[in-house]
């Protein structure tokens, strides 16, 4: 089955920049669609990214269009997550997520990584 392992959270002041990454094994990685989600506290889970499985389509969340990019790497099985200019509602767990297709919706994403905090000091 698909495993991802989700890396790359920490502590960074606002303005500041992270990337964070996302380890997939079990499967053919260009078989999916990779995404990112993000829950904070008290809050559900919300989407934040997904690129298709050429790399060619990419979806974001309003919030996060023109500061975070979404990316892949076929040769190394990677999914990344660019966050740059991040704000302290940036602030969650930050999760990845594989798909068979395109989709906003967490129910679409069938494996999931065990995610990463991002915490943002304004």
């Known amino acids: 089955q698909v495993q991802l392992v989700d890396s790359g959270g920490g502590l960074v002041q606002a303005g500041g920049s992270l990337r964070l990454s996302c380890a997939f094994s079990?499967?053919?990685?260009?078989?999916?669609?990779m995404g990112w989600f993000r829950q904070a506290p008290g809050k559900e889970r919300e989407f934040v990214a997904t690129?298709?499985?050429?790399?060619?389509?990419?979806l974001y969340t309003d919030s996060v269009k023109g500061r975070f990019t979404i990316s892949r790497d076929d040769a190394k099985n990677t999914v990344y997550l660019q966050m740059n200019s991040l704000k302290p509602e940036d602030a969650a767990v930050y999760y990845c997520?594989?798909?068979?297709?395109?989709?906003?919706?967490?129910?679409?994403?069938?494996?999931w990584g065990q995610g990463t905090q991002v915490t943002v000091s304004s």
């Open positions: 997520a594989a798909s068979a297709y395109v989709s906003r919706a967490a129910h679409s994403y069938k494996s």
């Open positions: 079990g499967r053919t990685f260009s078989n999916y669609v």
């Open positions: 690129i298709s499985q050429s790399g060619g389509s990419t």
